[in-house]
């Protein structure tokens, strides 16, 4: 079957340090890959996404790249702020069916 | 303008009560989406509807009940509300089937 496979939060980090969130996947075919972020309170925001292999997604200093031959969507960011404390959702769409989302990582940043 | 809008934006009620949350979406997609999720931020799709038309259901009781009058709207309805029910509910929508997805701000049930 389609899953997201997400590294186990609670991730902590001082401000300006370096964050990696690991992401892996299984599907069929060649699904589009995305990373959404839920700030307290609120929805679901996509931060970035990547629609083939090689692709790379960037947005507000954030980065992944889809790696097909390791199965890969790691989110990494250089030098994170306490305003990007928030829970991040890797996500993918196989072919033909709907959204699988990752059990989503909380990450808190610290001044 | 609110893209994805949900009303009311929290919900306390009794046991067994029956209660509805409105949808709308000012994109103009063709698909919408309604989304549980649990107190560990664990997101679970309930229904999607494409065009007014239920396209997934993802094993959900029948005590919920998608109704969409148009394109722009998917209301959830819950009758008999239990304990379990207690929960964030998130509509979505996107212009397609699989396409990047919208999200509103959520509704807060607790069900007492």
């Known amino acids: 079957g389609n899953s997201v496979t997400q590294m186990e939060g609670p991730v902590t980090l001082s401000e300006e340090a370096f964050l990696t969130i690991n992401c892996t996947y299984t599907a069929t075919g060649y699904p589009s890959l995305f990373w959404y972020v839920q700030y307290p309170g609120e929805g679901l925001q996509l931060l970035l996404k990547?629609?083939?292999?090689?692709d790379k997604g960037s947005n507000k200093g954030f980065e992944a790249t889809y790696r097909k031959e390791t199965t890969s969507f790691h989110l990494e960011k250089g030098s994170v702020q306490v305003s990007d404390s928030a829970v991040y959702f890797c996500a993918l769409t196989p072919y033909g069916q709907n959204f699988v989302f990752g059990p989503g990582t909380r990450l808190s940043v610290l001044p | 303008d609110t893209a994805v809008s949900q009303t009311p934006k929290y919900l306390v009620t009794q046991m067994g009560n029956d209660k509805s949350i409105k949808c709308e979406q000012n994109?103009?997609?063709?698909?919408m989406y309604w989304y549980k999720q649990d107190s560990k931020k664990f997101l679970k799709i309930m229904f999607s509807?494409?065009?007014?038309?239920?396209?997934i259901n993802e094993t959900v009781p029948n005590r919920f009940s998608p109704k969409s009058p148009d394109k722009a709207h998917l209301n959830l309805h819950i009758n008999s509300l239990e304990l379990g029910d207690s929960a964030v509910y998130f509509c979505a929508s996107s212009g397609a089937y699989q396409e990047t997805q919208y999200f509103g701000p959520g509704t807060r049930l607790l069900v007492l």
């Open positions: 990547a629609t083939k292999a090689d």
């Open positions: 509807y494409n065009n007014k038309e239920l396209i």
């Open positions: 994109l103009g997609h063709d698909t």
